[in-house]
């Protein structure tokens, strides 16, 4: 009995499965549908992450931001702060040099009305004619003069009303009052007792003292 021994070559090539172009195509088919379907699908995509160093300059620009904002606001309200006191100093300085003024202004005031007196005084008494005027003369140059100063210094000036003009209690004082039993004289000035003294600008320093009527109804 013989043994039929195979060709090494031809029993691996009769072993090898037999691939037909069909299925060949088929397979070729399918990767190429498998490779398709890969490329569809994008990858996701990734957003930017931020600098830190501009995120940084971007932080510190804010904040400068709002220190310049808050400095401005702060520099704001000390100026208004300094002008709120310059103000409060100069009207306390006005005020008291407006004070001090209307205060000397007084006082010449009252020598003017004490020599005044004295000419009342002298001008009812009996006494040489010579003496008499000489007295009467200077102490009319005191007054004379004082009202000088007040008219020519401060801007002062005196003024009197006439008599049975009506009383004004904002610019005249009733040092003493005549009763009558005439209803048309009530509160009008029967005589004006010592002059008053008003600035320039119509500040009454001293009113006016006059004497005024007032109606008496028991008198009719």
Avoid: W
């Avoid at 699908?41 to 940084?56: A, C, F």
């Avoid at 509160?187 to 006059?210: A, I």
């Amino acid at each position: 009995m013989s043994t039929t021994e195979l060709d090494p070559d031809k029993q691996e090539n009769e072993e090898q499965p037999v691939i037909s172009n069909a299925d060949s195509n088929n397979c070729s088919a399918d990767e190429s549908d498998e490779h398709v379907e890969l490329d569809k699908t994008e990858p996701p995509e990734s957003s930017p992450q931020p600098d830190p160093v501009l995120s940084e300059i971007h932080n510190l620009l804010n904040q400068l931001a709002k220190d310049f904002e808050t400095k401005l606001k702060y520099d704001a309200a000390k100026q208004n702060q300094i002008d709120k006191l310059y103000n409060e100093n100069q009207t306390f300085k006005e005020g008291l040099l407006k004070k001090s003024r209307h205060l000397l202004i007084l006082s010449v005031i009252e020598q003017i009305d004490d020599a005044s007196k004295q000419i009342a005084h002298f001008d009812n008494v009996a006494f040489s004619e010579e003496n008499y005027k000489k007295l009467l003369s200077s102490y009319r140059e005191i007054v004379n003069d004082f009202q000088n100063v007040l008219l020519n210094k401060f801007d002062v000036v005196n003024y009197r009303c006439e008599p049975n003009s009506s009383f004004d209690p904002k610019r005249q004082r009733s040092l003493k009052t005549i009763s009558t039993d005439d209803s048309n004289l009530h509160r009008l000035v029967v005589r004006s007792v010592r002059p008053g003294y008003e600035t320039d600008d119509g500040f009454v320093l001293r009113p006016e003292m006059v004497e005024v009527y007032t109606f008496d109804q028991k008198q009719t």
